[in-house]
């Protein structure tokens, strides 16, 4: 069974960073796109990040230039850095793993909080 962990969020002022780390764990699953996704209350989920296997990535406006997000194939991982942060970034962060059969796998979520 797959697992999707998520880690790094918490309280920061506007202007700081925060990393956030995601891992897949529990097969030999090898991850053909991840993706990071946030969900301010009352707002639907929206994608700030994704990369493929291959490398390539894709921001929204609303973050490009200030997130940037990777990933170690080896250990079957994935980052998100995120700098200068505004307090309209204050949401619940999503991991998501997609694998190259298509199957789709979220993480449980971690919030981030920009204070003004």
């Known amino acids: 069974q797959v697992q999707i962990v998520e880690s790094g969020g918490g309280l920061v002022q506007a202007g700081g960073s925060l990393r956030l780390s995601c891992a897949a764990s529990?097969?030999?699953?090898?991850?053909?796109?991840w993706g990071w996704y946030r969900q301010a209350p009352g707002k639907q989920r929206e994608l700030v990040a994704g990369?493929?296997?291959?490398?390539?990535?894709n921001y929204p406006d609303s973050v490009k230039g200030r997130f940037l997000i990777s990933r170690d194939n080896a250990k079957n991982t994935a980052s998100l850095q995120m700098n200068s942060l505004k307090p309209e970034d204050t949401a619940v962060y999503y991991c998501?793993?997609?694998?190259?059969?298509?199957?789709?796998?979220w993480g449980q979520g971690t919030q981030v909080t920009v204070s003004s």
């Open positions: 998501k793993a997609r694998s190259f059969d298509g199957r789709e796998y």
């Open positions: 529990g097969s030999t699953l090898s991850i053909n796109i």
């Open positions: 990369i493929s296997s291959g490398g390539n990535t």
